[in-house]
């Protein structure tokens, strides 16, 4: 039988915390209880193992439940054991709990060295999980495995919660995030917290709060705290600084594929067949569009219609894509001079070109190998994946920011006017283990913001890949890879950082999703534009052979691109219908389905929209 540990209420709310660690949240506002179970899954052993890609999915073999006994240690403090198989205890630590108006903080402290990885609190009893994970996802239905994920790589925000009904709990790690993830099964989900280069050092705290209307109103709740803790600055403060921005406003992002070589046994050492062009050629240099040719179609583009875009320039580095990172100097020769790339650069006002670079990932025929590569705690170089450069290797974020340092004292005669930074906002925070040159997560997310402040000195226009919060009030646009699964995926991204920052998706506007749609209808829905991929110099022509309705992306997009997204739902109970709303009062409703749906008296054809603007 467990007993009362801790109590406190305010005016809002009214918290009981139990010896066993379950809890109980009165919400005096909406009259709702909310409850936690006293049980918590526990990892065997460390989960981050010092791996590119944490593994996600876990097993039974590997956790346990958790079971805790609680004591008070005084009026704030409690001291909880954490008791695993056969009721052996494994360590303990100390909760820190503070009633503060609407919410609660939990400050976790002390933390034996005995606990590998920690999952506390308990998970709160809920009917649905809401999850920032990619676009958003509301989980209904009882996940069948066993997750373990982490912030920002597979949350992308540094939040979770739930609902019952309209009413809704929110889980905000407010210290630690960058050692914190989420472990969930069925329908509960729990806090879950890593060691920091092996030990506890550092704050851990989550807040936890609660509100009435959905996951609308969770994912407001989080913006409200993103720009507080400024988290968030708008796409009008951004273009004011940056005006060549503004041509991505109601404009699509043009990506050019310039460059790229192929080995033979880099093919191998994936097990692909190697192209048949990969034989043919004595340098493995496959050039697919130089710097003139992406000025003509810029150009051609432009006769027909696109008045302003952003384009980003792929693979201009020597050898191509992915081949020397980072050392970028000089440009590709055979794609033309340096004044053509310029000229490309700089040609035209209406165009923003900008240069893709990288600063996570470095190759053995880089000349800097191995300079600043992160060392895993065995003393290894660390992997990353094996892209067109072959096998990449994970740079400590101290070195990239001073190899990016070191190589804008040559960009910069080019003129560049916008930068796409790869992966910075898109991938795990690392650790590395090497002797006097130690990296913590924290460490690795404050020279990733000190990589793109750098940038943003520089006056520049400024793009990432995915996308994650602590990067937001810096990135200007987003290339993701945002999928809407029925009934599953809701627009938590855009309901918090919509009017911060342009996105775009890598899929291709004129297919198809596996779910028979056409893609831009979900851009649409969401207030995207479109990403178009060109890979020769005769791209230009698929482009503009498109149909004339992707043209009202773009009308669209100037419309609602850089406004506040207030609101989402599905409007059919088979939730192939959709409606977002915008702060000018403008919503698009979209019929994802192969036939008419008809929505208070107005019908949508199959695979098709209506919008209106108030």
């Known amino acids: 039988m467990s007993h009362l540990l801790w109590y406190a209420k305010n005016e809002h709310l009214s918290v009981s915390i139990y010896d066993n660690a379950a809890m109980t949240f009165y919400v005096k506002e909406h009259n709702v209880t909310w409850k936690t179970g006293h049980v918590a899954l526990q990892e065997d052993g460390p989960v981050d193992v010092g791996h590119v890609w944490l593994r996600t999915r876990r ?22 054991t954490l008791y695993g198989r056969e009721q052996r205890p494994v360590g303990s630590f100390l909760c820190q709990f503070e009633l503060h108006d609407a919410h609660c903080d939990m400050s976790l402290v002390a933390i034996d060295v005995t606990l590998p990885s920690l999952v506390f609190p308990p998970p709160i009893e809920t009917e649905s999980l809401i999850l920032p994970k990619g676009i958003g996802a509301w989980i209904r239905d009882p996940l069948p495995e066993r997750h373990f994920w982490v912030y920002p790589a597979h949350l992308n925000m540094r939040w979770f919660g739930g609902l019952k009904g309209e009413q809704g709990w929110l889980a905000i790690v407010t210290e630690g995030y960058t050692s914190a993830g989420v472990l969930a099964t069925g329908l509960a989900a729990a806090p879950a917290w890593l060691t920091s280069l092996g030990s506890w050092s550092g704050k851990r705290k989550i807040r936890y709060q609660f509100v009435q209307g959905g996951y609308v109103a969770l994912a407001k709740a989080y913006r409200a705290y993103a720009i507080e803790h400024r988290l968030h600055r708008s796409l009008a403060e951004k273009v004011q600084a940056t005006p060549a921005l503004h041509n991505l406003h109601g404009a699509p992002l043009l990506s050019f594929m310039q460059a790229n070589s192929n080995y033979p046994e880099r093919y191998l050492d994936r097990l692909l067949p190697i192209p048949a062009a990969g034989t043919q050629h004595e340098t493995h240099l496959h ?25 980003v320039l792929r693979g201009w580095i020597p050898g191509g894509y992915d081949e020397s990172h980072p050392d970028i100097w000089p440009p590709e020769p055979a794609l033309g001079t340096l004044e053509d790339l310029k000229q490309t650069l700089i040609h035209n006002p209406q165009w923003t070109v900008a240069l893709h670079d990288n600063y996570q990932d470095i190759y053995q025929q880089s000349a800097s190998w191995p300079e600043g590569v992160i060392r895993t705690q065995a003393g290894e170089h660390m992997p990353g994946g094996l892209w067109d450069g072959g096998q ?20 910069r005669d080019l003129e560049p006017r916008a930068m796409f930074i790869d992966t910075t906002l898109a991938v795990q925070l690392y650790e590395s283990y090497e002797y006097k040159n130690w990296l913590s997560r924290l460490q690795d997310e404050g020279y990733k ?33 945002h999928q809407r699964i029925p009934g599953i995926s809701i627009p938590l991204w855009p309901l918090v950082f919509h009017d911060a920052a342009f996105c775009t998706r890598y899929v291709s506007p004129d297919k198809r999703d596996s779910y028979g749609a056409p893609n831009w209808l979900a851009d649409m829905l969401w207030g995207y534009t479109l990403c178009w991929n060109f890979s020769n110099a005769n791209s230009w022509r698929q482009y503009i052979s498109m149909p004339a309705s992707l043209s009202q992306v773009y009308q669209w997009h100037s419309t609602v691109g850089m406004l506040e997204m207030t609101g989402h739902r599905y409007l059919t109970q088979a939730r192939d219908v959709e409606e977002t709303r915008f702060s000018n009062g403008a919503y698009i409703r979209v019929n994802f389905s192969d036939h008419p749906q008809t929505i208070e008296r107005e019908t949508i054809p199959a695979h098709d929209y209506l919008l209106r603007i108030e």
Not at 67 to 75: Q, R
């Open 59 to 80: 097993t039974i073999c590997e956790e346990y439940p958790g079971h805790f006994h609680g004591e008070k240690i005084d009026h704030q403090t409690c001291r909880f």
């Open 287 to 311: 050039v697919h569009i130089t710097h003139t040719e992406v000025q003509h179609i810029l150009q051609q583009l432009q006769k027909r219609g696109i008045t302003h875009a952003l384009a």
């Open 392 to 411: 990449a290797y994970i740079l400590n974020a101290r070195a990239g920011l001073a190899y990016a340092r070191r190589n804008w004292e040559t960009l």
């Open 449 to 481: 913001r000190d990589l793109l402040q750098f940038y943003k000195e520089q006056g520049i226009v400024l793009g990432s890949e995915k996308g994650a919060d602590f990067g937001m009030d810096l990135i200007d646009w987003l290339e993701n890879r």
